[in-house]
């Protein structure tokens, strides 16, 4: 229960003085009224005594004269006189002296009464003291404890411009000025603390806005706390909600573990480290979101931020990636079907201008002619056929074969760069995927090859089996790839020019580790700078079964 320091002095005041006009009372009463009221008591017995006696002396008398003894008569008028006379004089003294204790009774009483008197005015002093140190206490303690709880009130509101200014100048100061200058000087520093953190949290609104991707961090009761624009976007809100649950799925209530798989179920209860998963969101839900979400520990508390990708912009850059190969393969068709068509054009020369050709040679040139032609036709076939989007994944592809059609789409373009591709190893080898991904897989390395490669250099695409897993190697004796560069060739628009092992947008390689994961394989990269760079592929073996 709240009590203002005024009141508490009040009230102390006024008990302290109860208590001690009590006690003086009390005090005075015992010392002089109790003594007084004894001796009053006293003197009244004695003369109830005195009297006693007297009334006994004259039944005594009576008595006497009943038995028939009378009171002694012979004595003279005399001595009657002389008794008569000694009894007025002690009567009256008995009188006199009763009337001086009645005045010696009505001298204390006065005394009494000066007394209370003298209690009644050190009372009235004693307020006035009280009330003098009230007045004092309230204006040098209780006035600035209530400026400086006013503006706390404001500054707890959210108010922190507000300051405690005392109520007069003063010149004589005293802790309680040296402390409102302290408060004062504290919401100096908080509020320049305050605006220095929102600053602070602006700057870092504006980054996380500025990312692509989706991106939240969320507690463990399911609170979004931190989301940017493209987040927002993404659940279709332009505020930030309060539960991730009524963000992304509209629900009242936390998802069903049971059907839908939770990163924050699978990071809080179950102890995962690192959470991959597609969902699609209720604000739009043909649309397919990879969320990447990893534990965040602040201090004491465990968060979870979760990034969200939007795997039609994937398949957006995988497209133009791929458009991007095709038109380096283009050079290649055409400088290959022009091959075929000026050797058909040069049989048809010879036909059409020597009259004396022999039958067999005229069938012989035929039949080349129709040899160029097929092969013509084989070269649009293997570009439609890589270019051609397929959506099995789990066919059977012959690694060498598929490999022989890239590099003649390949040959020309390594050529133009005083470059040759050479295919060895093991003709059988192979895997389960798609092969237009797997085309697209060797198309990317060998580009990247051709571009490190350097004059008068070779690719070689090397196949081969062990007890393990199936090994393609894509190596070139190029300029190599740089130490402090080759742990981020696979990140997306990571791009170190001609002079490295990358080039063009940056995400070839990116494409190539999705695919390779994609197919439940493996690629890993050594280099080494000046002398060449080798990418392996690791697939898995077949299972005959």
Not at 116 to 141: D, M, P, Q, T, Y
Request: with cysteine; hydrophobic share 40%.
């Amino acid at each position: 229960m709240f009590v203002s320091l005024n009141k508490k002095f009040l009230y102390t005041v006024v008990i302290f003085f109860s208590i001690t006009a009590l006690i003086f009372l009390y005090s005075f009463y015992i010392t002089y009224g109790v003594r007084f009221q004894n001796e009053l008591r006293a003197s009244i017995l004695r003369n109830q005594q005195y009297i006693n006696l007297l009334y006994e002396n004259n039944l005594m008398k009576k008595e006497f004269m009943k038995m028939g003894h009378p009171f002694p008569t012979t004595r003279t008028e005399n001595n009657n006189n002389t008794v008569s006379e000694n009894l007025e004089s002690t009567i009256t003294r008995e009188e006199k002296r009763i009337l001086q204790l009645q005045k010696i009774y009505d001298d204390r009483y006065a005394s009494v009464y000066e007394g209370i008197k003298i209690i009644a005015a050190s009372s009235v002093l004693i307020i006035l003291s009280l009330l003098l140190l009230w007045f004092l206490l309230k204006r040098w303690v209780l006035m600035p404890l209530q400026i400086l709880t006013d503006v706390s009130k404001n500054v707890t509101s959210g108010d922190l411009t507000q300051r405690a200014i005392p109520y007069k100048q003063r010149y004589f100061l005293d802790e309680t000025d040296f402390l409102i200058e302290t408060f004062n000087t504290m919401l100096d520093k908080i509020e320049k603390g305050v605006a220095e953190i929102q600053e602070t949290e602006n700057f870092l609104q504006k980054i996380i806005d500025g990312i692509p991707d989706g991106l939240c961090v969320i507690d463990q009761d399911y609170n979004i706390i931190i989301s940017n624009k493209a987040y927002n976007k993404q659940v279709g809100s332009k505020e930030k909600p309060l539960k991730c649950y009524e963000a992304a799925q509209k629900r009242t209530l936390p998802c069903n573990t049971t059907t839908t798989n939770c990163p924050l179920n699978e990071i809080f209860h179950k102890n995962k480290k690192h959470i991959h998963v597609i969902q699609q969101f209720a604000h739009n839900p043909n649309r397919h979101l990879y969320i990447n979400a990893a534990p965040l520990k602040i201090g004491e508390q465990t968060l979870i931020i979760e990034v969200l990708r939007d795997l039609s912009n994937d398949i957006k850059f995988s497209h133009q990636q791929k458009i991007s190969s095709l038109g380096f393969m283009a050079t290649s068709v055409a400088h290959e079907m022009k091959n075929h068509l000026g050797a058909i054009r040069i049989i048809l020369e010879r036909l059409l201008e020597d009259k004396n050709i022999s039958a067999d040679e005229q069938e012989k040139l035929l039949g080349l002619v129709l040899q160029q032609i097929i092969e013509s036709i084989e070269v649009p076939e293997r570009l439609l056929k890589l270019s051609h989007f397929s959506e099995e994944d789990s066919q059977e592809i012959n690694c060498y074969e598929n490999a022989k059609d890239v590099v003649s789409l390949m040959d020309y373009e390594a050529k133009r760069h005083g470059m040759e591709i050479k295919l060895e190893g093991q003709t059988d080898l192979t895997i389960i995927g798609n092969e237009n991904d797997f085309k697209m897989v060797l198309i990317n390395l060998i580009l990247n090859a051709i571009k490190a490669g350097k004059p008068n250099g070779e690719i070689v695409i090397s196949f081969e089996r062990n007890d393990k897993h199936n090994l393609i190697k894509v190596q070139d004796n190029g300029h190599g790839i740089a130490p402090h560069v080759l742990p981020h060739i696979f990140e997306p628009f990571y791009s170190e020019g001609k002079e490295g092992a990358i080039g063009s947008t940056g995400l070839g390689l990116a494409i190539v580790k999705s695919i390779m994961e994609k197919q439940k394989g493996k690629i890993s990269v050594e280099s080494q700078p000046g002398l060449g760079t080798c990418f392996s592929l690791q697939f898995p073996l077949i299972n005959k079964k």
